[in-house]
């Protein structure tokens, strides 16, 4: 059995001859971002690898932007997925959308044209971002939550739904509401690696059950 990697290996997954796929990567050693915070194991993928993960995924999140971009343990974000964070608004209150200070004429902070600091952008633990699927400003997805492929997704989205479409709806809920509580109070995602796997059988298929008997 080879060893599980560490989730400060920035390349994990290891193709038949030897060498490291570099179109995945740990986001926790991949991004090195003031704003972008990750959780352990998070991995992303993208077909063609570039040079910058922080920059592919989050392209409007600068280095002195007010926000924050939070993603969580394990999750998996598929290539083509993009984070539209909060400094990518224009303000849309007024007459104009036009971001004037951007171009000059003095400096930008406090100039009418520009909008107020927005909110952060939030993932939970164990969340699949289907391929292509957008995220934009302020959203935040609870724990286990699934956006399909093509996703346009905005606002707040309960632990352990699947949502799709533009704009994304909830498709269905994973889980009971009284199993999903359950799963929440085992939080399986902070268990120790070796322990993880030890019941891989139960996370992967569901057995709340044994995973409730394993966290006691």
């Known amino acids: 059995m080879t060893e599980y990697p560490q989730p400060d290996l920035m390349h994990p997954v290891r193709l038949v001859d030897g060498s490291a796929h570099l179109g995945s990567v740990f986001l ?8 972008i915070e990750v959780g352990a194991y998070t991995y992303a993928s993208a077909h063609i690898p570039p040079a910058d993960w922080a920059a592919h995924l989050a392209p409007y999140l ?25 400094s990518a608004n224009h303000r849309f ?3 104009s959308s036009f971001p004037f200070a951007i171009f000059g004429g003095g400096p930008r902070e406090g100039r ?8 952060d952008t939030v993932i939970g633990n164990d969340g699949w971002i289907g ?17 399909g492929a093509g996703a346009v997704v905005t606002g707040q989205h309960a632990d352990y739904t699947i949502i ?10 994973r889980f009971k509401t009284a199993d999903i509580e359950r799963l929440k109070v085992i939080a399986w995602w902070d268990w120790p690696i070796e322990k993880i796997l030890a019941h891989e059988a139960a996370i992967a298929g569901a057995d709340i059950a044994a995973l409730e008997h394993a966290s006691t």
Request: hydrophobic share 40%; net charge positive; charged share 15%.
């Open 164 to 173: 799709a479409g533009n704009p994304a709806r909830v498709v269905r809920t």
């Open 93 to 95: 209150d007024g007459i």
């Open 28 to 35: 926790a050693a991949a991004v090195k971002h003031p704003r």
């Open 112 to 119: 009418p044209s520009m909008p107020g600091a927005g909110p």
């Open 131 to 147: 391929t292509g699927a957008i995220l934009m400003p302020g959203c935040v997805l609870g724990d286990g939550v699934i956006a």
């Open 62 to 86: 600068y280095d002195f932007s007010p926000e924050r971009l939070k993603i969580g343990k394990f999750c998996q974000i598929a290539s083509g997925v993009q984070f539209i964070t909060s």
